[in-house]
């Protein structure tokens, strides 16, 4: 009973509903063609969003590639220590600037002025060769991580980090 009544209904909807005018499919093409631009910026948008979250690896350096660039520094490409400033006190590797994982994503968000002020180094541009390091690899894994998802495109990930430069420059660290 409930469905002929349905079905009734619909039949009396449905021999109301008058076939769209050509002006009203023009308009209904429009909106859709304006929708279809809307979804394609849209799905741009998140792509590049998840781009941004998708799990990277930043590109792995061996002690080999590293060592040159602690005899060579340049202004240019960066060698960061990862590591909390009462760590770096045990040493750290010739040429590195000491940036806090616990500080880097705050202090990337400083304007330069401020960050040299406090860290006491220009700040890395983002397309600017940064090499991260920490004790063991995990931090500067991180650390890369946060740069990449800050903007940053030219990373280093020195994953032996203090612990291999260490053991391979033949030096204790001070304890």
Same mark, same amino acid.
């Not at 061996?62 to 220590?81: F, G, H, N, R, W």
């Given at each position: 009973m409930?469905? @002929?009544a349905?079905?009734?209904?619909?039949? &009396? +909807?449905?021999?109301? +509903?008058?076939?769209?005018? %050509?002006?009203?499919? *023009?308009?209904l093409q429009?909106? #859709?063609?304006?929708?279809?631009?809307?979804?394609?910026?849209? &799905?741009? #948008?998140?792509? @590049?969003?998840?781009?941004?979250?998708?799990?990277?690896?930043?590109?792995? *350096? !061996?002690?080999?590639?590293l060592?040159?660039?602690?005899?060579?520094?340049?202004p240019?490409?960066?060698? *960061?220590?990862?590591?909390e400033?009462?760590? $770096?006190?045990?040493?750290?590797? %010739?040429?590195?600037v000491?940036? %806090?994982?616990?500080?880097?994503? !705050?202090?990337?968000?400083?304007?330069?002025?401020?960050f040299?002020?406090?860290?006491?180094?220009?700040? %890395?541009?983002?397309?600017?060769e940064?090499?991260f390091?920490?004790r063991?690899? $995990?931090?500067?894994?991180? @650390?890369?991580? +946060?740069?990449?998802?800050? =903007?940053?495109?030219?990373?280093?990930?020195?994953? =032996?980090?203090?612990?291999e430069? !260490?053991?391979?420059?033949? !030096?204790?660290?001070?304890?």
């Amino acid at each position: 009973m409930l469905r @002929a009544a349905l079905t009734r209904s619909a039949v &009396r +909807v449905a021999s109301h +509903v008058r076939p769209p005018t %050509p002006s009203t499919r *023009i308009a209904l093409q429009h909106i #859709r063609c304006e929708s279809s631009n809307a979804s394609d910026e849209r &799905r741009k #948008r998140l792509e @590049a969003a998840d781009n941004l979250r998708r799990d990277w690896d930043a590109k792995v *350096i !061996t002690y080999e590639e590293l060592k040159p660039k602690t005899t060579q520094p340049s202004p240019d490409k960066y060698l *960061i220590d990862v590591r909390e400033p009462d760590e $770096v006190l045990q040493g750290s590797i %010739p040429s590195a600037v000491n940036l %806090p994982l616990s500080q880097l994503a !705050t202090a990337l968000h400083l304007p330069p002025e401020q960050f040299k002020e406090k860290y006491g180094f220009e700040k %890395p541009r983002p397309n600017q060769e940064v090499t991260f390091y920490c004790r063991s690899g $995990v931090r500067s894994t991180s @650390a890369s991580d +946060v740069a990449k998802r800050n =903007g940053y495109t030219n990373i280093l990930n020195y994953k =032996g980090s203090w612990l291999e430069w !260490t053991e391979r420059e033949g !030096t204790k660290p001070a304890a």
